[in-house]
């Protein structure tokens, strides 16, 4: 049996990793050949882009993870 502080650091421990931009960006995003995957908020639903359709895209980020989810590219 887990003691509580063994308990209160396992939960802990998830928490962090289901705020880890990182993860979350690998999880979210998928690249086959040229059609980005994106999973939306609603779990039955992805967008798809095809990226042939664009000669250059840029990204733009703000907030505290986007210098981690950019490196994460």
Do not use: W, Y
Not at 8 to 24: G, Q
Not at 27 to 49: A, C, H, I, N
């Amino acid at each position: 049996m887990k003691t509580l502080s063994a308990t209160i650091f396992s939960i802990f421990e998830s928490a962090l990793k289901k705020v880890d931009p990182e993860r979350t960006l690998f999880e979210s995003l998928q690249l086959k050949k040229e059609t980005l995957t994106v999973k939306t908020g609603d779990p039955t639903r992805t967008e798809k882009v095809d990226l042939r359709r664009f000669n250059r895209i840029e990204v733009l980020g703000a907030g505290k993870a986007s210098v981690t989810m950019a490196a994460a590219c």
